[in-house]
């Protein structure tokens, strides 16, 4: 198997965010990749520049960041359809997996493709290696990100070329790929979330070595999210088996619900709901499970209480708040009388 180690570079409005096109907030100016073999040695590369079409002033931050500017992409840039079809006839047909630095490339260049009505011909679920996911878990907490040009500076590898250009970022993210510990790390796929199970039948699950994915499909609402079994039913990590609640579901802000289950064979198994927006401004579900510590069963009891505390002071407050309008009402009418 092929690793497309590819990185992308991005302008955006001038104005801000009131100025964004719908569903194109970032629109793509280069894309630059180096191809490995499954030695992870380099055997190819790619670099075009993208001539653009909807954002014809730069962001002062992309020109700042990128030193680019709209003349050389105007001059030597091409239509973004063009170098896209290029890209993926230059991925081959060989079996490959995608690799990036961070979570946003795969979905930012798949907004590209549906802004210029190209098919969309990766699979569901777009499974892709986050290298600076793998970085981190290999020489981190797993929590907090570091930077690609930090992680070469820790890793004393030679910066022979310039950081924050397309082709040079997937350089580095490929040295960074091939000095990882692939055969412990390699297990922790990412996933993209831009193209969603259409169906029932298309969501999908995710195994781990410590944890395991659940992904739903679009939602009209929250609600109907906490509505599904397959969503909140929980399953041990380790056997598999459906599991009782020792804690139900409880909302904690406004994205995310926690429970606490228990295997008679392995433990507390916690469980996470994320709630997330879809492009079509809908709802969908990532759900993970993982084995809880003693620790983790304390902090999320702390949470459920924390939570119930805040809603019965919010009540308390609304209910308290009943008699001043009802006054501010009777002034008003007394005032027309």
């Not at 629109?27 to 380099?42: P, R, S, T």
């Not at 993926?88 to 690799?99: M, R, V």
């Not at 569901?124 to 290696?129: E, H, K, S």
Request: glycine fraction near 6%; charge should be positive.
């Amino acid at each position: 198997m092929n690793y497309i180690v590819f990185d992308l570079e991005w302008n955006q409005s001038p104005n801000g965010k009131e100025d964004s096109v719908e569903h194109l907030p970032f629109e793509i100016i280069e894309i630059g990749a180096v191809k490995l073999n499954g030695n992870f040695e380099e055997t190819g590369a790619f670099h075009k520049l993208i001539r653009p079409k909807v954002y014809k002033k730069m962001h002062f931050k992309i020109s700042e960041v990128t030193h680019m500017d709209m003349a050389k992409l105007r001059q030597e840039g091409e239509p973004f359809d063009v170098v896209m079809n290029r890209f993926l006839a230059w991925c081959g047909e060989e079996e490959y997996c995608f690799c990036t630095w961070g979570s946003m490339d795969l979905t930012e260049l798949q907004r590209n493709m549906a802004y210029h009505k190209l098919p969309n011909p990766f699979p569901r679920p777009l499974l892709y290696l986050d290298i600076q996911k793998l970085y981190c878990l290999q020489y981190g907490d797993g929590k907090n990100k570091v930077s690609l040009d930090m992680a070469i500076q820790l890793q004393e590898m030679e910066e022979e070329r310039p950081f924050h250009r397309a082709l040079d970022d997937a350089y580095y993210t490929g040295r960074i790929l091939s000095a990882l510990d692939m055969e412990t790390y390699g297990t922790y796929v990412s996933v993209d979330y831009y193209g969603l199970p259409r169906n029932k039948a298309e969501e999908y699950r995710l195994y781990f070595p410590e944890y395991s994915k659940y992904v739903s499909r679009e939602f009209d609402s929250r609600e109907d999210i906490l509505k599904d079994k397959d969503i909140t039913d929980m399953k041990c990590v380790k056997c598999n088996r459906m599991l009782r609640k020792k804690l139900r579901w409880f909302p904690y802000g406004q994205r995310f619900y926690f429970c606490l289950a228990v295997c008679p064979e392995h433990g507390v198994v916690k469980g996470k709901i994320r709630v997330k927006k879809s492009e079509d401004d809908r709802f969908y579900a990532v759900k993970t499970a993982k084995m809880a510590d003693a620790q983790d069963v304390e902090l999320l009891v702390q949470r459920k209480e924390d939570g119930r505390k805040k809603r019965s002071a919010k009540a308390h407050h609304k209910e308290a708040l009943k008699p001043l309008k009802g006054r501010s009402k009777q002034n008003q009418s007394d005032k027309v009388s």
